[in-house]
């Protein structure tokens, strides 16, 4: 499966932004989906998970009650709907899935098999 992210871009402080992950080349509904982001000079790290069938969720702390991940298999598709961004939310945020017979969350970045390339999401003060 190839993942595309798109939806990034260059936002003010308390802005919202989409984030879209395109899947081809198999079928979403399949996979486990998560959101990772990688700023200067840190280690990537996981942002938020959601399982196969969507009933189960994780965000990290920071972006608690600000960020909803959700996934449209009809379309192939996940979201990460990010509100009141702030400028420690700046990052190259990358999307990730992976395949297992058991349905939950995955926190480690060693749990996905495919990554999309990443979109830069920069937030000004």
């Known amino acids: 499966v190839q993942l595309q992210a798109s939806?990034?871009?260059l936002v003010q402080t308390g802005d919202s932004l989409r984030l879209s992950c395109?899947?081809?080349g198999g079928t979403l509904s399949r996979y486990f989906m998560g959101w990772f982001r990688q700023a200067p000079g840190k280690e990537r790290e996981?942002?938020?998970s959601i399982t196969k069938n969507?009933?189960?969720t994780y965000y990290t702390d920071s972006v608690k009650g600000r960020f909803t991940v959700s996934r449209d298999d009809a379309k192939n598709t996940g979201y990460l709907q990010m509100n009141s961004l702030k400028p420690e939310d700046t990052a190259v945020y990358y999307c990730a899935v992976?395949?297992?017979?058991?349905?939950y969350v995955r926190l480690r970045s060693t749990?996905?098999?495919?990554?999309g390339q990443g979109t830069q999401v920069t937030v000004s003060s």
């Open 7 to 9: 939806g990034g871009g």
């Open 22 to 24: 395109a899947a081809s």
């Open 46 to 48: 996981i942002v938020s």
């Open 54 to 56: 969507g009933g189960g």
């Open 98 to 103: 992976g395949l297992s017979s058991f349905d």
């Open 111 to 115: 749990d996905y098999s495919y990554w």
